[in-house]
Nanobody, 123 residues
Framework: QVQLVESGGGLVQAGGSLRLSCAAS??????MGWFRQAPGKEREFVSAIVWSGSRTSYSDSVKGRFTISRDSAKITVYLEMNNLKPEDTAVYYC??????????????????WGQGTQVTVSP
């Protein structure tokens, strides 16, 4: 049974940093990613990493501030978030794609999802 368990969310002031973790169990994946959903908004892509080769991608809104990485031995993906802004406030979801995907910035590319972790950035 595949499980994705996120951790690391919390409350931080604008300009601060947080590190999210997503530990996977049950199998390995082609890629893992992070999405976020703010109240009243659609779930949006944040970042993704291909497990083999470590190719990464980011949304324009987080590029230069967020860094995605992975630990192969632990099957864990991380999202280092720096210079956080109030507009980064959202529930952050980890996702995993079982097979090869050409594009990784859409929800349909992912087969498994975590339960989400809240990130709140105060002004």
């Amino acid at each position: 049974q595949v499980q994705l368990v996120e951790s690391g969310g919390g409350l931080v002031q604008a300009g601060g940093s947080l590190r999210l973790s997503c530990a996977a169990s049950g199998r390995t994946f082609y890629a893992m990613g992070w999405f976020r959903q703010a109240p009243g908004k659609e779930r949006e892509f944040v970042s993704a990493i291909v497990w083999s080769g470590s190719r990464t991608s980011y949304s324009d809104s987080v590029k230069g501030r967020f860094t995605i990485s992975r630990d192969s031995a632990k099957i864990t993906v991380y999202l280092e978030m720096n210079n956080l802004k109030p507009e980064d406030t959202a529930v952050y979801y980890c996702a995993a794609a079982a097979g090869v995907r050409v594009l990784l910035d859409g929800r349909s590319a992912y087969d498994y999802w975590g339960q989400g972790t809240q990130v709140t950035v105060s002004p």
